[in-house]
């Protein structure tokens, strides 16, 4: 996967208030005691959901899935059944959740019971929004 961008900005560039405040915390920690503090740079990575090679394989996997698959069966129960419908790692499902790839939207609970359906058309209307929205940034 490719790397996240980085924005720096150096302390002076920052406005008053905010470098005071800074500077103040910064000297308060032992290990900033030896460090110039006019050095300081403040660095941010993007926040970027990344389309990967996984997510269309994923997205291509779910779609001839459901084209096999009668639209009343078109659910599964829990995440461990999506990730094999998908054919990825629960690891990597938990991190698309996480990164708003795949999103609650399509999990149907079952009313009385907490079993979590997820409905798998919804699920691949997601990911091909994802790739869209990513073309669309590339292009």
């Known amino acids: 996967m490719a ?11 920052l406005s008053e208030p905010v ?3 800074l500077l103040q915390d910064l000297r308060k920690m032992d290990k900033f005691n030896d460090i110039d503090l ?11 959901i990344e389309v990967s090679t996984a997510i269309p394989e994923a997205a291509d996997n779910l ?9 009343d069966d078109a659910y599964v129960y829990g995440k ?8 990825i790692s629960r690891p990597t499902l938990d991190k698309w959740i996480k ?13 009385g019971f907490s079993n979590r359906f997820i409905d ?6 997601q990911l091909r929004h994802v790739i869209s929205d990513k073309t669309k940034k590339n292009n």
């Open 3 to 13: 790397r996240r961008g980085k924005t720096s900005i150096r302390l002076q560039d």
């Open 19 to 21: 470098q005071e405040a």
């Open 38 to 48: 006019n050095s300081v740079v403040v660095t941010g990575t993007q926040k970027l």
């Open 63 to 71: 779609r001839m899935y459901l084209e096999a698959t009668p639209p």
């Open 80 to 87: 461990r059944a999506l990730c094999d419908v998908l054919k």
């Open 99 to 111: 990164e708003g790839v795949i999103t609650s939207s399509g999990w149907v609970y079952n009313s």
């Open 120 to 125: 798998l058309s919804a699920i691949l209307e």
